[in-house]
């Protein structure tokens, strides 16, 4: 699998650096969406395709529920893209890439009514000093795949529009917690082997961020 992101990336590139010279058009946009602010650099390699390279950033703050615990949670997305955009009619078109990505959510845990409950056990606040992570997705380079209306190396001032998704894979969670004075040396133990099985269900509730939807709106400035 790594090796057929790494081919298809290198391929990517290739078709790019060749197109730059040849290219009968290119352009540059500006655009917000799901995946925060960005900006794209595209040129065109045939009359109906094109190549775009790109950037973009944000973040979002949120909440997130597994079984036992609340979770403040903020989203913060980092996504270069790698695209080929084909026009087969007129400005509608499909596209087809690699989003090479930084994405990730921090969360924090809550006590609920002053208290943690963990596989099971309750703890109170003053038994848990901390908890906190990270969640990020399984592929740090994810293949993506939409249609779009618009092309960024299109002559004069246009406007352009993405709708996909990025394929992230499987989400990791990485929990860690510092007891509080209260929990003995068996309690503190307890709970920090009861947080190793909390991961996996924090997990769980963010199974759907595995598939990452993309709409995104924008300006473009063709020459």
Same mark, same amino acid.
């Given at each position: /699998?790594?090796?057929?992101?790494?081919?298809?990336?290198?391929?990517?590139?290739?078709?790019?650096?060749?197109?730059?010279?040849?290219?009968?058009?290119?352009?540059?946009?500006?655009?917000?969406?799901?995946?925060?602010?960005?900006?794209?650099?595209?040129?065109?390699?045939? %009359?109906?395709?094109?190549?775009?390279?790109?950037?973009?950033?944000?973040?979002?703050?949120?909440?997130?529920?597994?079984?036992?615990?609340?979770?403040?949670?903020?989203?913060?997305?980092?996504?270069?893209?790698?695209?080929?955009?084909?026009?087969?009619?007129?400005?509608?078109?499909?596209?087809?890439?690699?989003?090479?990505?930084?994405?990730?959510?921090?969360?924090?845990?809550?006590?609920?009514?002053?208290?943690?409950?963990?596989?099971?056990?309750?703890?109170?606040?003053?038994?848990?000093?901390?908890?906190?992570?990270?969640?990020? %997705?399984?592929?740090? *380079?994810?293949?993506?795949?939409?249609?779009?209306?618009?092309?960024?190396?299109?002559?004069?001032?246009?406007?352009?529009?993405?709708?996909?998704? /990025?394929?992230?894979?499987?989400?990791?969670?990485?929990?860690?917690?510092?007891?509080?004075?209260?929990?003995?040396?068996?309690?503190?133990?307890?709970?920090?082997?009861?947080? *190793?099985?909390?991961?996996?269900?924090?997990?769980?509730?963010?199974?759907?961020?595995?598939?990452?939807?993309?709409?995104?709106?924008?300006?473009?400035?063709?020459?």
């Amino acid at each position: /699998m790594r090796l057929g992101k790494s081919v298809l990336a290198a391929a990517l590139s290739a078709a790019a650096l060749g197109g730059v010279t040849s290219a009968q058009a290119a352009g540059v946009g500006a655009r917000i969406g799901t995946t925060g602010l960005g900006a794209d650099f595209g040129w065109e390699l045939a %009359p109906t395709l094109g190549g775009r390279i790109g950037y973009s950033a944000g973040s979002y703050s949120t909440h997130v529920d597994s079984s036992d615990v609340r979770y403040d949670a903020k989203l913060k997305l980092g996504n270069a893209n790698l695209f080929l955009d084909w026009s087969p009619l007129g400005p509608f078109r499909i596209t087809a890439g690699i989003v090479p990505n930084n994405n990730k959510i921090d969360v924090t845990g809550e006590p609920t009514n002053g208290t943690y409950t963990f596989n099971g056990t309750t703890y109170t606040a003053s038994q848990i000093g901390s908890l906190n992570g990270t969640v990020k %997705p399984g592929n740090s *380079a994810a293949p993506y795949l939409g249609v779009g209306y618009g092309n960024v190396w299109t002559k004069g001032l246009n406007f352009y529009f993405d709708l996909g998704v /990025m394929f992230q894979g499987s989400p990791k969670a990485t929990l860690n917690l510092t007891c509080g004075a209260a929990a003995t040396p068996a309690q503190c133990a307890q709970a920090q082997n009861d947080v *190793a099985a909390e991961q996996t269900r924090l997990e769980d509730s963010l199974k759907k961020f595995k598939y990452f939807p993309v709409a995104n709106i924008g300006i473009t400035i063709g020459f």
